[in-house]
């Protein structure tokens, strides 16, 4: 079964630090691009950021752009998202989420759409004093 | 960023009935949208891609239809596992935006 597992959410002081941590298992994590998602309380999904197979590109929303860092370990099938300089509006389920592409042909062009097919359960981050 | 405004935000609907929930692009997106439905406690769950093609394992009776920049979801006969959320997420640029989100509510 294609699984991911997050851990290391708990309650940080704004300004503080967190390591998020994601095992992926069930599929070859190497091959896929990652993406970690999140949810405030009683809001809807934000997209966070996202890596490469390997590791080489990076993506990430502005309003973290500067204090979050995502990262990879292959070997050991991990997505790590380090965030620090922590806001009260950081406070969120932070969801780890495996990224599909797919080419497709239109017309002479082809292209590469993407989706998320596969969620975590989520680990829950609250930033408060 | 490519704003995604879904509508309505809220609709009340009876078992059974048929059921279409609009995403709106800010700009034009091609067919780079996806749909997932999310239950109260529990992570989303992909419908749709590439606005119209059904994920495997997802029900028929979910489609998906647009192209550019209005898209829609279409449940064809509303059934009690359906009461959820839906977001729709587009991916044709970064930072990959969701919409707000539409709860479909028993009437």
């Known amino acids: 079964e294609e699984q991911l597992v997050e851990s290391g959410g708990g309650l940080v002081q704004p300004g503080g630090s967190l390591r998020l941590s994601c095992a992926a298992s069930?599929?070859?994590?190497?091959?896929?691009?990652m993406s970690w998602v999140r949810q405030a309380p009683g809001k809807g999904l934000e997209w966070v950021a996202n890596i490469k197979q390997d590791g080489s590109e990076k993506n990430y929303v502005d309003s973290v752009k500067g204090r979050f860092t995502l990262s990879r370990d292959n070997a050991r099938n991990s997505l790590y998202l380090q965030m620090n300089s922590l806001r009260a509006e950081d406070t969120a389920v932070y969801y780890c989420?495996?990224?599909?592409?797919?080419?497709?042909?239109?017309?002479?062009?082809?292209?590469?759409?993407?989706?998320?097919?596969?969620w975590g359960k989520g680990t829950t981050v609250t930033v408060s004093s | 960023d490519i704003q995604l405004t879904q509508s309505p935000s809220f609709l009340s609907a009876s078992v059974g009935d048929r059921v279409t929930i609009t995403c709106r692009a800010s700009?034009?997106?091609?067919?780079?949208l996806a749909w997932y439905q999310q239950k109260p406690g529990k992570a989303p769950n992909l419908l749709i891609y590439g606005a119209s093609t059904l994920q495997s394992g997802v029900p028929s009776r979910f489609s998906g239809s647009g192209s550019g920049t209005e898209f829609t979801l279409t449940i064809s006969s509303l059934q009690p596992e359906d009461f959820a959320t839906y977001y729709c997420?587009?991916?044709?640029?970064?930072?990959?935006?969701f919409g707000g989100g539409t709860k479909v509510e028993i009437k």
């Open positions: 989420a495996r990224d599909r592409s797919y080419g497709f042909w239109s017309g002479y062009n082809y292209y590469n759409n993407y989706y998320i097919d596969v």
């Open positions: 069930g599929f070859t994590f190497s091959t896929y691009w």
């Open positions: 997420q587009q991916l044709n640029s970064y930072p990959r935006t």
């Open positions: 700009q034009g997106i091609s067919s780079y």
